[in-house]
C-alpha cells in the first residue's frame, strides 16, 4: 500500500512568521511532487510542484524535496490569514495517478 | 476559461436511491478524474479515464459504483442502491494530458448526503 504522511495540525503560526508543513512518503519511484491548498467547503487548487531534488521558490512558496530521506515540504514566508486552509500533499503514483494525504490544517492567527 | 464543473452541487438521496453526479472537464483535457474525499481526509482515487476510455476503475467501492466518459468529455458517475456510508464530497479532476506530472484541474465537488 503506496502512501503519504502529514501531520493532520491543526498548525497554528502567527501572522507574519513562516509556516512549515512537511509530508512523508513511501514509494520510492515517485517523480512528481504536488501540494494544493485546500480552503473549507472549496475543491483543492495547485500551489506548486517540484520533481528534482532541492528547493523551488514561488513567492513566498518554497518548496522542498529529498528523495532520499522520502519527504517532501513546503515553506510559507511572511503568513498571511489568507493563507489559513488545509494544505495537501500529492504524490504521483504510476503513470498518472497521485496519491493524497490527508492534509494539514493550518490557522495563521492575526 | 471556463474550469472544470460539476453539478448537482449537493445532493441528498434516501438510502437504496441511485445518485447520477456529472462532471463537465476543461474543454481538451485528456484525462478525467473521480475522487472521493471524507471529511477530514485528503481525495481518495476512485477511477481515470482516458480520452473515452476507463483505464482504471480499482478506487471504485463496489459494484454499486459505475461511470461513464462516452465521448471523451462529459462524465457521469452513478452510485446505484446509495448506502450511508456513501456520504461524501466527490470530485472531478481534469488534465491536459495523461502523464502526472501535469496538474490536476479540479471542479467545486458534489456533497452527497444519503440519509
Known amino acids: 500500500q503506496k502512501e503519504v504522511e502529514q501531520n493532520s495540525g491543526p498548525l497554528s503560526v502567527p501572522e507574519g512568521a513562516i509556516a512549515s508543513l512537511n509530508c512523508t512518503y513511501s514509494?520510492?519511484?515517485?517523480?512528481?511532487f504536488f501540494w494544493y491548498r485546500q480552503y473549507s467547503g472549496k475543491s483543492p487548487e495547485l500551489i506548486m510542484s517540484?520533481?528534482s531534488n532541492g528547493d523551488k521558490e514561488d513567492g513566498r512558496f518554497t518548496a522542498q524535496l529529498n528523495k532520499a530521506s522520502q519527504y517532501v515540504s513546503l515553506l510559507i514566508r511572511d503568513s498571511q490569514p489568507s493563507d489559513s486552509a488545509t494544505y495537501l500533499c500529492?504524490?504521483?503514483?504510476?503513470?498518472?495517478?497521485?496519491?493524497w494525504g490527508a492534509g494539514t490544517k493550518l490557522i495563521i492567527k492575526p | 476559461g471556463a474550469g472544470v464543473s460539476q453539478s448537482p452541487r449537493y445532493k441528498v438521496a434516501k438510502r437504496g436511491q441511485d445518485v447520477a453526479l456529472r462532471c463537465d472537464p476543461i474543454?481538451?483535457?485528456?484525462?478525467l478524474f473521480w475522487y472521493q474525499q471524507a471529511l477530514g481526509q485528503g481525495p481518495e482515487f476512485l477511477t481515470y479515464?482516458?480520452?473515452?476510455?476507463?483505464?482504471?476503475k480499482s478506487g471504485l467501492p463496489s459494484d454499486r459504483f459505475f461511470a461513464e466518459r462516452p465521448e471523451g468529455s462529459v462524465s457521469t458517475l452513478k452510485i446505484q442502491r446509495t448506502q450511508q456510508e456513501d456520504s461524501a464530497v466527490y470530485l472531478c479532476?481534469?488534465?491536459?494530458?495523461?502523464?502526472?506530472?501535469?496538474?490536476?484541474?479540479f471542479g467545486p465537488g458534489t456533497r452527497l448526503t444519503v440519509t
Open positions: 479532476a481534469s488534465s491536459p494530458t495523461g502523464h502526472n506530472s501535469y496538474e490536476q484541474y
Open positions: 474543454s481538451g483535457h485528456v484525462s
Open positions: 479515464f482516458q480520452n473515452e476510455a476507463q483505464l482504471d
Open positions: 514509494d520510492r519511484v515517485s517523480q512528481s
Open positions: 517540484i520533481y
Open positions: 500529492a504524490v504521483s503514483h504510476s503513470n498518472y495517478q497521485l496519491i
